[in-house]
């Protein structure tokens, strides 16, 4: 038949919901190997700022977590010469985007992270060392203040990012497709289970505890009831499993004594042929603290990795910028 508006509706947005996801796990890992790429052709040069003249762009906040530092990407569009390693002139455009590094401390300094503060600074050093990327010209299409190795490794955080957002949307989405897989693999061996076919009804040898009560103010009797694909909840109860259970007469089972020695509580089938119950119940104590914990344990660490940066970090705190020395040879 037609599918109800309601279902239809709920597909489109679970859809879109999923597009979503996917969309926005492409971002980011499309982020880093771009990232990753402009980092391996970076080269180390020498450059000077000829005037203050600035034309500021966006700025971005970036940081590693826990134990990590904390920075400011700040690029300018300024007039800028360059000169390689070797000290040859590197042809630049008339205005080339320089992109400072600002280390933050404990408390972000957004003021002085600016083309506004640090262009003049720039200036007034002179000649600074700096890396720099050209285009499929030679031209200078980019450059950083300070060397290569000098500057924040944001491959490894752009990589670290992509990880976690994949990890934390797409393993939900993971799980529930692998229990999907596993009743789809289990469907052929499981099919006769589905009519009602209950494992634990064969006869037991001589001596073996007779059939038992179902909560009916008698022994306390748990049968397990092996579902399929489709869970039958008609025949997993008292009403249909006590009966059977009685004509079959003497049947293996598992049972429990209380401190009179008396049983407490009997199990259809042997000990070793139940479900492991207590490995399911760790598997969802470690999940749900996993998926409720997390989140608190992460605030917690950033947290911590700012206590632990704090006194190390004060003096950054007042506008310290570390890449404003003269390089060598400038």
Request: proline share 5%; hydrophobic share 40%.
């Amino acid at each position: 038949g037609p599918i109800p508006p309601m279902e239809r509706l709920g597909g489109v947005i679970l859809s879109l919901m999923l597009a979503g996801i996917l969309a926005t796990n492409i971002f980011f890992w499309h982020r880093y190997f771009a990232s990753k790429a402009r980092h391996e052709h970076l080269v180390d040069g020498s450059c000077l700022v000829s005037s203050t003249d600035y034309k500021p762009k966006l700025a971005t906040q970036w940081g590693f977590p826990i134990v990590g530092p904390d920075w400011t990407s700040v690029p300018c569009k300024v007039e800028l010469q360059v000169q390689s390693s070797t000290g040859t002139d590197v042809p630049t455009a008339e205005t080339t985007i320089l992109q400072f590094t600002y280390w933050q401390g404990v408390v972000f300094n957004l003021v002085d992270a600016s083309c506004r503060h640090l262009v003049p600074l720039q200036k007034e050093k002179g000649h600074f060392a700096c890396s720099y990327l050209t285009d499929a010209q030679g031209q200078v299409n980019k450059a950083y203040v300070g060397r290569a190795d000098e500057l924040p490794h944001l491959p490894k955080l752009l990589l670290m990012k992509a990880i976690g957002f994949s990890f934390w949307t797409l393993g939900p989405i993971l799980l529930v497709l692998g229990c999907c897989l596993k009743n789809a693999i289990r469907g052929t061996a499981d099919a006769r289970e589905v009519g009602g076919d209950y494992k634990h009804l064969e006869s037991a040898p001589d001596g073996t505890s007779a059939a038992l009560g179902c909560n009916l103010g008698y022994h306390d009797a748990a049968f397990t009831y092996w579902q399929g694909i489709v869970f039958n909840l008609v025949d997993a109860s008292c009403r249909y499993l006590v009966p059977l259970q009685k004509e079959k007469g003497h049947f293996a089972c598992s049972y429990l004594i209380d401190a009179q020695g008396q049983v407490d509580k009997a199990y259809v089938g042997r000990s070793d042929g139940l479900p492991h119950l207590p490995t399911l119940l760790l598997m969802k104590a470690i999940d749900f603290s996993f998926w409720t914990l997390s989140p608190i344990l992460l605030v917690l660490s950033c947290c911590l990795r700012n206590a632990i940066r704090g006194a190390g970090a004060a003096d950054e705190v007042g506008g310290d910028y570390k890449h404003l020395e003269n390089a060598p040879g400038g």
